[in-house]
């Protein structure tokens, strides 16, 4: 059977859990409050940093600084829209809106042998990604709308392509919904049984529709069609990968306070984004994802800096982070 937890039962559990967030949520605001006037009386700044030297579908398509007001209420809908062209690439209002929220989340124990625990867990781990990219999207003065979850566990087809697949899990723009395969993941993984590998794929896919959401893949899609040759196309392919990668980095520093990295961890997770990257022997023709270090890298970056703006692979001085 297809678990579609869009339903709602995964509403149910996004509700049950409010009234916990709402108490860790001011204790963790309080607390990020003191840690950053201590340092500098803001939110860093963030730019490209001096770099490291990097065969699927696109993201979404046939496959898959500044300090701000978090409280504020969003924006009639006639007044807000979604960026457009180059801009939505190189200067997204979202990279202005500086660390995403710390949010509490408290993910519950993971059993990898069971394909509940696992659809449970990314639940979970769904609903805080809900909460903190809405937060950071109203921010930012731009229209959000959370993705649909279908986490399967039997094959089954969506608009974008049929399922299970390779990657075991991908992002389909056209219906704006992130697919997941709770024992398909599992098995890719060789039964991994630390979470935060799954939290980091999840992290990854959501990434795309972050992407989506904000304008960005609209004029990469357009752009991208315009390449001459495969090559070309890859060059532009990578950028929006490896901007996932720091996407999902984001989002893991950010909630560290409730769901603690550790250093093996934190180990774990970089070791999987540098397995996941293009193989050194790839051909230029196969090079979709980037190379071993700069997917690290990216990821790395994400999970220190911990605000979007830290993830524009766009507006770089060099190439090299996105090889």
Excluded at 94 to 108: D, E
Excluded at 246 to 271: I, K, M, Q
């Amino acid at each position: 059977m297809i678990r579609d937890t869009w339903r709602l039962r995964g509403r149910r559990v996004a509700g049950s859990r409010k009234a916990l967030y709402a108490g860790l949520s001011a204790l963790v605001f309080a607390l990020a409050a003191l840690g950053w006037n201590a340092a500098t009386g803001t939110a860093p700044e963030h730019g490209p940093a001096p770099g490291a030297a990097g065969p699927s579908a696109p993201p979404g398509d046939s496959r898959q600084d500044g300090t701000h007001d978090l409280a504020r209420p969003p924006l009639a809908g006639g007044d807000i829209q979604r960026p457009t062209g180059e801009s939505a690439l190189v200067a997204n209002p979202l990279y202005g809106t500086g660390r995403l929220s710390p949010l509490p989340c408290p993910a519950p124990d993971l059993d990898v042998g069971d394909s509940d625990s696992v659809e449970g867990f990314l639940d979970t781990m769904t609903d805080c990604l809900d909460e903190a990219w809405e937060r950071q999207f109203r921010a930012a003065g731009v229209p959000y709308e959370p993705p649909r979850r279908v986490f399967w566990d039997e094959p089954g087809s969506s608009p974008c392509r049929d399922y299970p697949s390779d990657a075991g899990a991908f992002y389909c723009r056209a219906n704006k919904s992130v697919y997941i395969g709770t024992e398909d993941v599992v098995d890719k993984w060789n039964g991994a049984e630390d979470s935060v590998v799954y939290a980091s794929l999840l992290a990854h896919e959501y990434g795309h529709h972050v992407q989506g959401e904000s304008g960005l893949l609209e004029h990469y899609h357009e752009q991208r069609r315009l390449q001459e040759s495969r090559i070309e196309q890859n060059a532009w392919t990578r950028k929006a990968e490896l901007q996932a990668n720091c996407f999902a980095g984001v989002f893991l520093g950010a909630v560290e306070v409730t769901y603690p990295v550790s250093g093996d961890d934190r180990e774990t997770v970089l070791d999987d984004a540098s397995s996941t990257a293009d193989r050194e022997d790839s051909t230029a023709e196969e090079r979709t994802h980037g190379s071993a270090e700069n997917s690290v890298y990216w990821l790395e970056r994400g999970m220190e800096e911990q605000s979007p703006g830290s993830c524009n692979t766009w507006d770089l001085a060099e190439d090299d982070l996105v090889q």
